[in-house]
Structure formats: C-alpha cells, structure tokens
C-alpha cells in the first residue's frame, strides 16, 4: 500500500481521513504545528491501537505511550473528545497528554509553557533532536499538518508568522536531517487539500478560527478577525504547492468541494460516520460558537463576505 502524506491546514479535512485509517487498521501520525511541537503516533497492535508521543524536552527527544481502543467511530469520538473535556485547555486528540499537570487535567498544550506551568517539564520551543523520530515517523500509512517535517512551524492556515516563511521559503525550524525528510518525502503520495466554495469556507472559519475571546471586543473586531485569518487561509494553499515544487517533491491536490477521498486513499473500506459528513469533509468537531452567537451566523457570514 502506499504511504500518504496530507499537507492540511486550518478546517482542510483531516479528521474525517484520520477516521478512515483508524478504521482500516492503519498506522497514522498527527504533528501538533506550532508551539508546543509535538507528533502523537498510531499504531494497531489488535483490538488496540498504541498512541505514542513525541516530543523535546532539555534537547532530548522523549516518548510516551497509551493504550487506545478505537474498534468504533463513537469509541475514538468518546476518547478524543470527551464531555468532560476543560473547554479552556481540552482534552482531545492530538492535545491529550500523558502527564498530568499541576491543575489536575492532561493537557499536552500545558506543557508548552503557559502562564499556568511554573517552568517545570516544558517542552522545548527550539527544535533540535526532535527529528531524530522522523524514520519511525515515515514508516507510518499517513501523516498530518507535514509542514513540520520540512521546518515550517506554526499555525498554518491561520496565522502570519509561518505564512511569512512559506512566501520567503524560509524553515524556521530547519531539521538537521532534512535530507533523508526530503528523500522519503518523494517517494510518498503528497496531497495538498483547498476549498474553493469560498462561502463555505466563511461558515468554517466563524465556527472555528475566532471565539469567545474576539467576540469579547465587539462584532466588528470578531468580523475583522475572520477576514484577516480567511486571507491567511486563501494564500496558504499555493505557498504550499509552492514549496512543495522548489524541494522537488511531488504533490496532487485534493478539492474538498468536490473530489472524493475514496479516488485518493487506497483504502479497503470507509466508515459510515454517523450523523453525516459536511459535504466539504469537516465534521465541524470544534464548534466555538454560543447558541446566542449562533443566531447571527447568517449576518455574520454577510458581513465577512462583503469585506473579503
């Protein structure tokens, strides 16, 4: 089977394929891309999957494992997204942890170093033998948010500093090791995902790339928000099929509005997600909006429209 590499970026549908490989028994790996950087691994072993973590700590590349028993859809959704997540700091996926901080929760972005972490057990901002996993890394059937492995970090799709490195092709992070990256990366399936149902893509961005915390400044500043991060989104795709080309590195992009995974991914069998799929492959799982924001999500997708 072929190995896959998914260059996704804000709300580009990683989710629903992550599903679709657990559910094929396939091994998977999920870089958290910016600050705290870190990858969580999957891998079957049985009924089981084994979730391992990696991360830098003191300029040593550290590991972790979890046992996971994602046999269902409702199974993997009750243990990445649990009801009792801290809506603050949550408890899911690719943020779990297996270290449990001084609040009492396990929180993966804890350890990044926010105001709450008195300077113990940080992870490392400058990444150094964190690379030093990328062979175990490669062996696995798909990776998501790749930009790490070629050394831009960030929080792609969303925000200005790693949308900047893209424009000047310029890694903040570089790896010691890029050369076997950019090896192994070639003899990949690359995908690069994009949207191009650009009311859609508003919908997307409302619900997920601004909250409680823009809202608080007014609906004007909310608004503003939005099309500032949308640009960002808008400039991401052809940055990365950019990159992608100046490292040689051969890509197909994927049309979320509509292309179908099942043409992509050679995979056995698709899973039935109860509840449906978003016609443009997003589950809408980090929905940030108060019922009463809710009620004007219609006007509130005007307004950004009309300033885009």
């Known amino acids: 089977m072929d190995k896959y590499t998914y260059f996704n970026y804000g709300k ?35 009924e089981y999957y084994i979730k391992q973590w990696y991360y830098q700590q003191d300029n ?29 700091l949550p408890h899911q996926w690719f943020y779990e942890s297996p270290f449990k901080t001084s609040r009492g929760d396990y929180n993966m972005k804890f350890w990044g170093g926010r105001r709450h972490n008195k300077g113990q057990n940080k992870i490392d901002e400058k990444l150094t033998s964190f690379y030093d996993c ?26 200005d500093n790693i ?17 076997r990256i950019l090896e192994s990366l070639r003899s990949r399936v ?25 809202w608080a400044k007014g609906q004007d500043f909310y608004v503003q928000e939005c099309v ?31 292309d179908n995974y099942a043409d992509y991914f050679n995979l056995d069998r698709w899973l039935p997600i109860r509840g449906g799929l978003a016609k443009d ?12 924001r809710q009620k004007h999500l219609p006007k509130l997708i005007d307004q950004v429209l009309c300033s885009l």
């Open 163 to 179: 949308l900047y490195d893209l424009e000047n092709l310029s890694p903040s992070q570089p790896a010691h090791n890029i050369e």
């Open 12 to 46: 580009t549908g990683s989710w629903e394929i992550m599903c679709n490989f657990f559910y094929n028994k396939k091994k998977t790996v999920m870089f958290h891309a910016y600050h705290p950087v870190f990858n969580t691994l999957y891998r079957p072993a049985g």
């Open 281 to 292: 492959h997003d589950l809408h799982l980090h929905n940030t909006m108060t019922p009463n």
């Open 134 to 159: 990328i062979d175990e890394v490669m062996e696995h059937d798909l990776i998501n948010f790749a930009n790490v492995l070629l050394g831009y970090v960030g929080n792609i799709g969303i925000e």
């Open 228 to 258: 500032r991060k949308l640009k960002i989104h808008k400039k991401t795709f052809p940055l990365l099929c950019r990159m992608l080309e100046y490292n040689r590195i051969p890509y197909k992009v994927f049309n979320l509005d509509r």
């Open 190 to 214: 690359n995908i690069v995902p994009y949207k191009e149902d650009i009311e859609g893509m508003v919908k997307k961005a409302l619900i997920g790339f601004v909250g409680d915390a823009q």
């Open 60 to 88: 040593k590349l550290k590991t972790w494992y979890a046992i996971k028993d994602f046999s269902t859809y409702d199974k993997i959704i009750n243990d990445c997204f649990p009801m009792s997540a801290d809506m603050d």
